[in-house]
C-alpha cells in the first residue's frame, strides 16, 4: 500500500516539474494552450450561398412570364333536325381576343437544383409551362348571330358563344407553343435568375440550365358539347 502512494506522489511531482519547466520555457503562452485544449472552438460564421439564393430566386416567378395575345375569328353553328333533314341553322360569329401566359414556377426550385462550386454556381430550372390563358372578354364580342330562314335555327346563343370561347383558348394556345411561347419563358427565366443570384454573389460566374418543355405542356383540352360545331379556321 505503501508502494502504491508513492507511486502516486511521484507522479504528480512528475507533472508539476513538467508543467515548471513548460511555464519557464514558454511563459504565460504555456497556460493559455493548455486553457486552450479545453476551450470550445466556434468556426468562422458564413454566408449559406444555397440557401441565399434558392430563397432569392423563389420569390421571382411572376417576373419569369412570357405573353401571347391572339385575336381570332371563330364562327359556331348548331342546327335544328326533324329526323334526318335539316330544318334549320343557328350561326354565331364571335371576335375573340385570347391571352396565354407561361413561366417557370421558380417556387419549386430546391437546395438540390443549386451547386455552388469553387468558381461558378450551376442552377438548375423546373421546365417551362402554361401557366393560364383566357378571354379577354373586354375586347370580345359577338359579330353576328343568326337563326336562319325563318329564324328556324336554335335560340342557343350563350351555348354557341361559350364554344367559341373555348375554341378561341384552343387557337390561342396552339398558335403561342408553335411561335416557341415556352421558349421564351425559358430564356426570360434564365436572364431574372442570372441577375438576381448576381445580387447575391457577384464573384463566381452564373450558368442557368434550362428544361426542355414537359410533353403535353401545350395540351389545352376542348370540353365537347353535343350538336355544337366550331367551324373549321
Same mark, same amino acid.
Given at each position: ?43 468562422? =460564421? ?12 423563389? @420569390? ?14 371563330? =364562327? ?55 401557366? @393560364? ?79 426542355? =418543355? ?6 389545352? =383540352? ?12
Amino acid at each position: 500500500m505503501k508502494n502504491f502512494w508513492a507511486t502516486i506522489k511521484f507522479t504528480i511531482f512528475l507533472a508539476a516539474v513538467v508543467a515548471g519547466v513548460g511555464v519557464w520555457r514558454m511563459g504565460g503562452g504555456f497556460f493559455e494552450q493548455a486553457i486552450a485544449l479545453f476551450s470550445i472552438q466556434e468556426a468562422e =460564421p458564413e454566408v449559406d450561398i444555397q440557401s441565399l439564393i434558392v430563397k432569392q430566386v423563389r @420569390d421571382a416567378s411572376e417576373l419569369t412570364t412570357a405573353i401571347y395575345v391572339m385575336e381570332a375569328v371563330v =364562327p359556331t353553328k348548331q342546327e335544328a333536325t326533324l329526323g334526318s333533314f335539316t330544318v334549320g341553322t343557328t350561326r354565331l360569329l364571335y371576335l375573340a381576343r385570347g391571352e396565354v401566359r407561361a413561366g417557370v414556377d421558380l417556387s419549386q426550385l430546391t437546395p438540390e437544383d443549386v451547386q455552388v462550386l469553387d468558381d461558378r454556381i450551376m442552377i438548375e430550372l423546373p421546365a417551362a409551362q402554361i401557366i @393560364d390563358h383566357k378571354i379577354d372578354v373586354e375586347r370580345s364580342r359577338v359579330y353576328s348571330y343568326d337563326r336562319g330562314f325563318l329564324g328556324l335555327g336554335p335560340d342557343t346563343a350563350p351555348e354557341l358563344q361559350s364554344l367559341a370561347q373555348r375554341e378561341t383558348l384552343r387557337r390561342v394556345v396552339k398558335a403561342a407553343c408553335a411561335d416557341g411561347l415556352l421558349q421564351q419563358a425559358n430564356n426570360r427565366a434564365g436572364i431574372v435568375v442570372t441577375q438576381l443570384v448576381n445580387l447575391v454573389e457577384t464573384e463566381k460566374q452564373i450558368v442557368v440550365q434550362t428544361q426542355n =418543355p414537359l410533353s403535353g405542356s401545350c395540351a389545352s =383540352p376542348v370540353a365537347q358539347i353535343h350538336n355544337l360545331v366550331a367551324i373549321p379556321n
